[in-house]
């Protein structure tokens, strides 16, 4: 089975500063990592993902993560918060290869203060 | 090429009531999931369909739950006896098949059907 673990439900970052949102995967096998974000009453948009090769991954609006599998880490990060960052940003996981469904994270709530 | 689609966005009826959930998926996806999202939780898994077959259901999915996606087109999702701890956002996503240059594992999800049961 396979698991996310978010730490941290609110986070709360000043403009312009660095925004960092932590995720750990549990899986068995290989993973696929994503993380995807949520905006009031809407769906879910991909903010980028990992799937094979490089493990520094960059995706819109200037996050990256990176893939570190001896930590089982995938957290999201971006140098310079901005106001419309604001939102929630989920982690999720499927098994490498199968395009299987995916498990998520419970969430993480990004406030930006000016 | 207009992405996933949900209707209705909104439904609001009272407990016991029946309601139904339609998705349309991205025309070339032939995999189709659904998903439940309570307030302040992540997005949890109920059930997937490849083309036309339901390939694994979640726990989740009681016996008052029923998907079909009959033409391996559109999909439905049907609550019977609505209870109130079915009040939540029901996700709706599609890929495209395993093994083609299209896929990388992602889904690609419609905007969600609101669901509150009073």
């Known amino acids: 089975a396979q698991s996310v673990t978010q730490l941290g439900s609110h986070v709360s970052v000043s403009e312009g500063a660095l925004v960092l949102l932590r995720c750990n995967y549990s899986?068995?096998?290989?993973?696929?990592l994503f993380w995807y974000v949520q905006y009031p009453n809407q769906g879910l948009q991909l903010l980028l993902k990992?799937?094979?090769?490089?493990?520094l991954v960059k995706g819109i609006n200037g996050f990256e993560a990176e893939f570190k599998k001896s930590e089982t880490s995938f957290h999201l990060t971006k140098p310079s918060a901005h106001m419309s960052d604001a939102a929630e940003y989920f982690c999720?996981?499927?098994?490498?290869?199968?395009?299987?469904?995916?498990?998520f994270g419970t969430g993480t709530r990004l406030q930006v203060t000016l | 090429d207009t992405g996933v689609s949900q209707d209705p966005r909104h439904k609001i009826t009272k407990r016991g009531q029946n309601v139904t959930f339609r998705c349309d998926p991205i025309?070339?996806?032939?995999?189709l999931y659904w998903y439940r999202q309570t307030l302040g939780q992540g997005p949890e898994f109920l059930t997937y369909?490849?083309?036309?077959?339901?390939?694994?259901k979640s726990r989740l999915l009681s016996d008052r739950f029923s998907a079909e996606r009959p033409k391996g087109s559109f999909s439905t999702l049907e609550i019977q006896r609505t209870e109130q701890g079915d009040s939540a956002m029901y996700l709706c996503?599609?890929?495209?098949?395993?093994?083609?240059?299209?896929?990388?594992?992602?889904?690609?999800f419609g905007e969600g059907s609101r669901l509150t049961v009073l």
């Open positions: 996503a599609s890929s495209s098949p395993i093994g083609q240059p299209t896929n990388t594992g992602e889904l690609f």
């Open positions: 899986s068995s096998v290989p993973p696929y």
């Open positions: 990992y799937t094979t090769g490089a493990t």
């Open positions: 999720a996981v499927s098994e490498a290869g199968t395009a299987s469904k995916l498990t």
């Open positions: 025309s070339e996806h032939n995999r």
């Open positions: 369909f490849q083309n036309e077959a339901q390939l694994e």
